[in-house]
């Protein structure tokens, strides 16, 4: 359990940190139009969003509420693994300690 806690408070660190390197240094639009221009920026984007709505499915097994799930869906598609590291500190805190009840539900 505390390696899983590590790993995610490295996960959620590094990508606060690159999200406001890319925020305050990069132009979203621009820098996406490059990525989207190359076959193999198009491959990462699918492959990143396939990702994105699998995890997805483990935080809509994970959340019973309509609205809770739609806000983690939109933070998810928003803010990607961010929002995937968060989500996993959140219910490894909330299991204390219990891998089971992390993997298993509510």
Do not use: C, Q
């Amino acid at each position: 359990m505390t390696y899983a806690k590590t790993v995610s408070i490295i996960g959620l660190l590094s990508m606060t940190a690159v999200l406001l390197y890319g925020f305050i240094f990069g132009n979203f639009f621009t820098d996406g139009s490059l990525i989207l221009s190359n076959p193999w920026g198009i491959v990462s984007m699918v492959d990143l969003y396939v990702g994105f709505f699998l995890f997805t499915i483990f935080i809509f097994h994970k959340t019973k509420k309509p609205l809770e799930r739609i806000l983690w869906f939109i933070a998810m598609m928003v803010f990607g693994f961010f929002t995937g590291a968060l989500f996993v500190l959140y219910h490894l805190i909330k299991s204390k300690g219990d891998m089971t009840k992390f993997f298993s539900g509510v």
